[in-house]
């Protein structure tokens, strides 16, 4: 049934995606329907349809919707002149009428918003905050943290922010292009002067007068929302014109601003020359290898400047983007299947995004406002399954041999981390031991020759096969928090819980700290590994850190937080132990080349521990009584 705004747009959805021709559905076709990755995720354009912000925006969210079937959100009172005849042009490409909404669905019916604004502002993001995901498309506001995922497309200037990707790929180029390649001594015959729907700079009268003086043979034609007559006979003055993108091929020159126009040109074969909208512009069109006017008086001097340089025909598409389009739509799909996740000791949507920390293609990360955690934010990646094949092929794929040949090692590392423990904690006799994700149990072989009474957990069947039948230790599947100890083992409490390389696959940290400390007697011991976001590594290249973090670690532990974090659940740190320490990984060793075993290199590894700066930590905490 249809009761709510929200059920009439699921219910066009459904139909748009499967098409009326289709129709009447069947129950089973309408469930499987469900199912679809458009129907699953929602999408809903955003464009700016502003005055003054030029049409490119909207230009592109109705090409990315015919394909995707997507929503296109335009607020009744933002509808101008301009914007209906744009949509009327796209209605005959195939955009559905349906398509365009003029309000925003209840929570009932959660969308993936795709911003297409240049500049978010904060009453924008409020509108848009309750959402699955918020995702923004050439977003240089100062709210950019307030997305969920940064899509750069048009190739920008050093932006203080950094996007998760950056694919002028994604440039919808031309299918028509110039027959034969012009060359930058060509004569041009004909001109395009478009600089957007509604020209805020107001520079194209002014740049119509000057090709025309100085290309007095050519035929000009200009885009003006408010054409102005003068004597040059060779121009004419046009409204928008339709399918520019792929008419464009049929003018030698085109004179427009940075931004779509000028990439299309490109890529027909045209040339180009740039005006300065603003000063950012100028040095987008000199890092983009485009010939462009450096002032807005567009002097006949400088016009022809611009004219004979060998920038006209710039070659960013043949070096960035030989291959074929890609599609936008695809890639907002792709995107938009990701996930949204919160802080995981806090569980809580703040009332303003927490700071990013750092962005890549397929994650973001941000930093809790309240505890300081820093945490996965949103994430594409497709879930992993920590069955055999993680701990053989995957393992052998990042350390060179399996986790079963490597058995030996990671014992003896669980030696010394016993040593560790029982500096902390004399008494062994008699006492067990937990091991949460104990996997094939190394660490719970270490503890068994240390006399302590051990026990294990993990998810993965192949595992706790190998901990039961080879190693003759008790050890059950299930996973943790939602594990019953005292049903599973006959224990309510342990002595000592561990968990080594564990802890920042947990997305749910909060349940499982709460669970550890219920699990753990008074004066016990929990001790666990993780990699470091305070080592060298994190230091050094904080954004490469990110990016080379496994895609299933949701939490980044620092040595300055993890204090504070610990001991809401009653857990005292008691020892921090740094490892991991890599003095080649020291930017100064890198440069200087320094050599393995040398004096400097010897000096940068006692540095490195001395200052708690390798990749990975132990952390030793005692349960005290809250």
Not at 103 to 125: A, G, H, M, N, Q
Not at 406 to 413: E, L, M, R, T, W
Request: proline share 5%; hydrophobic share 35%.
């Amino acid at each position: 049934t249809i009761d709510t705004y929200s059920d009439y747009l699921r219910a066009i959805n459904i139909v748009n995606t499967l098409g009326e021709e289709k129709a009447p559905y069947s129950y089973d076709l309408v469930l499987k329907a469900l199912t679809l990755p458009q129907i699953a995720n929602p999408v809903i354009f955003a464009p700016s349809v502003v005055k003054g912000r030029g049409t490119g925006h909207l230009h592109r969210c109705l090409s990315a919707a015919i394909e995707s079937k997507a929503f296109v959100y335009i607020p009744e009172s933002k509808s101008l002149a301009e914007t209906e005849a744009v949509l009327s042009a796209y209605f005959e490409k195939g955009l559905l009428p349906s398509q365009i909404i003029s309000k925003l669905p209840d929570e009932s019916y959660l969308p993936v918003i795709v911003t297409d604004r240049f500049c978010l502002s904060k009453e924008e993001y409020q509108e848009f905050k309750n959402n699955k995901a918020l995702i923004s498309l050439d977003e240089s506001s100062e709210y950019a943290d307030y997305s969920d995922y940064l899509l750069d497309i048009i190739p920008s200037y050093k932006l203080k922010r950094r996007a998760n990707s950056e694919e002028p790929c994604l440039i919808e180029k031309p299918k028509n292009v110039k027959s034969l390649p012009q060359s930058s001594d060509s004569v041009v015959n004909s001109v395009l002067v478009c600089l957007g729907g509604e020209d805020p700079a107001g520079l194209t009268l002014p740049a119509v007068k000057t090709a025309a003086k100085c290309l007095p043979h050519a035929k000009i034609t200009a885009v003006c929302e408010k054409p102005e007559s003068f004597s040059f006979g060779n121009v004419e003055f046009s409204g928008p014109i339709k399918d520019l993108k792929e008419r464009i091929f049929e003018y030698d020159l085109v004179i427009t601003h940075y931004g779509l126009t000028a990439f299309e040109a490109a890529c027909a074969g045209c040339k180009v020359i740039l005006l300065p909208t603003t000063k950012l512009h100028v040095k987008l069109a000199e890092k983009y290898g485009f010939a462009f006017i450096p002032n807005s008086k567009i002097t006949e001097e400088d016009f022809l400047s611009a004219l004979n340089s060998e920038k006209t025909l710039t070659s960013f598409f043949a070096k960035e983007n030989s291959a074929e389009n890609a599609s936008l739509s695809q890639r907002i799909s792709e995107i938009s299947e990701g996930k949204k996740l919160l802080c995981p000791v806090c569980e809580k949507n703040p009332l303003l995004p927490d700071p990013v920390i750092s962005r890549n293609k397929t994650r973001t990360y941000r930093r809790c406002r309240t505890c300081g955690m820093v945490y996965m934010s949103y994430t594409c990646e497709k879930e992993k399954k920590y069955q055999k094949a993680y701990f053989f092929e995957d393992y052998k794929k990042q350390y060179g041999r399996t986790y079963e040949e490597d058995f030996d090692f990671i014992k003896a590392q669980g030696l010394r981390r016993l040593e560790n423990i029982h500096s902390i904690y004399p008494v062994f006799e008699d006492k067990n031991i937990l091991d949460i994700g104990c996997a094939y149990g190394p660490f719970l072989s270490a503890a068994s020759d240390a006399g302590l009474k051990p026990f294990g957990t993990d998810i993965s069947e192949d595992a706790i096969s190998y901990v039961q039948n080879k190693l003759g230790i008790p050890a059950v599947t299930s996973a943790f928090p939602e594990i019953n100890i005292e049903a599973e083992f006959g224990i309510p409490q342990f002595d000592i819980v561990s968990m080594w390389f564990v802890i920042e696959h947990f997305k749910n940290l909060d349940q499982v700290l709460s669970k550890i400390s219920a699990i753990l007697k008074n004066d016990g011991i929990f001790a666990f590994s993780t990699p470091s976001g305070e080592g060298i590594s994190a230091k050094s290249n904080k954004d490469s850190f990110f990016e080379k973090s496994p895609t299933d670690h949701f939490t980044i532990w620092e040595l300055s937080q993890c204090e504070s974090i610990l001991m809401k659940y009653g857990l005292k740190v008691e020892k921090i132990v740094s490892t991991g320490h890599h003095p080649e990984r020291f930017p100064f060793v890198q440069k200087r080349n320094i050599k393995k075993g040398s004096f400097l290199w010897n000096l940068t590894d006692k540095y490195s521990k001395l200052m708690r700066l390798g990749d990975t930590v132990e952390i030793y905490c005692r349960k005290i009584e809250k």
